[in-house]
């Protein structure tokens, strides 16, 4: 499976490999669902939204069906036709089986099951800083992860591979 189609697959791809303008940002901000309670992330938090639906979706590749629940937080926050749109393309690109989907769909989130899991959220924070997916940010850097993601995907540019972006 070729899992480089995640990132073609996210929501955010047309911002990251955009110039990022005012113009860029706005159509991103098109696609935020206003009404979902954790849209702050989406909106404001896009880098951290784009490596947790890139890591959640590995996790649930690798059978993890607790990160289901994430998952479907994580598409709360886009409007209902970018879900549509984005489960398509997952079941299209045989990302996701047909189950899998169909529980994403479900917005009932009480009927998942909410389990933590230490190794995963350390996986995930270390996911955020290093930023293994090679995400560009070309507009300002809020926070500190955002910058020691910039840091790590410079490196890999430079030709320093990552180490965690094949998993």
């Known amino acids: ?5 995640i990132g073609k697959i996210s929501p955010l791809y047309d911002f990251w490999v955009s110039d990022q303008t005012d113009e860029d940002e706005n159509k991103r901000l098109l696609k935020a669902n206003i009404d979902s309670k954790a849209v702050y992330l ?3 938090e896009p880098y951290k939204w784009e490596n947790l639906f890139q890591s ?3 996790e649930i590749i690798n059978g993890d ?3 289901i629940r994430g998952m479907k937080i994580l598409l709360s926050t886009i409007s209902s036709n970018e879900k549509e749109k984005t489960l398509n393309a997952f079941y299209k690109e045989g990302i996701f089986e047909e189950a899998i989907i169909e529980e994403l769909r479900e917005v009932d989130f ?3 099951v909410k389990k933590q899991n230490f190794i995963r959220f350390i996986r995930i924070l270390i ?10 940010m070309r507009r300002k ?6 910058r020691t993601g910039s840091f790590f995907s410079d490196l890999g540019r430079m030709g320093i591979r990552s180490l965690w972006a094949d998993r």
């Open 56 to 58: 959640i979706s590995r």
């Open 42 to 44: 989406f909106n404001e």
């Open 65 to 67: 069906r607790d990160s």
């Open 127 to 136: 996911v955020i800083f290093t930023n293994p997916y090679g995400i560009i």
């Open 141 to 146: 850097k809020k926070h500190i992860y955002e």
């Open 110 to 112: 009480s009927r998942s």
């Open 1 to 5: 499976m070729n899992l480089s189609l």
